[in-house]
């Protein structure tokens, strides 16, 4: 179930920077998203609000999407702290000196 959530997160994503990216800045942008030019399927206000729409709608998927993943993934790390791992009490042995080559003739 997690995986399926994770996939559709994960495309819920990529729709969702694909929309931001294709709407219009306050200075003009890219334009983009306009419909300027390609055939008036929509009138420049009405690309703006479906982008602003969708945008919402992404938005909200992406949310609740990351709460749930959050919710479901919640207990299953053990909690785990230095403090609570055994303390060593003996000293590291230290290393000895490698003894010197004696060269043969």
């Known amino acids: ?6 996939v559709l997160h994960l495309f819920v994503t990529l729709a969702l920077i694909g ?9 003009g942008g890219l334009g983009i998203g306009s419909s300027q030019g390609m055939g008036s399927f929509m009138s420049g206000r009405g690309t703006a609000n479906l982008l602003t729409r969708t945008t919402a709608i992404l938005g909200t ?3 609740a999407l990351s709460l749930t993943l959050a919710i479901m993934n919640r207990g299953t790390a053990l909690p785990t702290s ?5 303390a060593s009490t003996t000293p590291a042995a230290p290393a000895l000196p490698a003894a010197p080559a ?4």
């Open 1 to 6: 179930m997690a995986t399926v959530l994770l």
């Open 102 to 105: 004696v060269p043969t003739n």
């Open 19 to 27: 929309v931001v990216l294709l709407q219009r800045s306050e200075g």
């Open 82 to 86: 230095i403090l609570d791992a055994p």
């Open 61 to 63: 998927a992406f949310f």
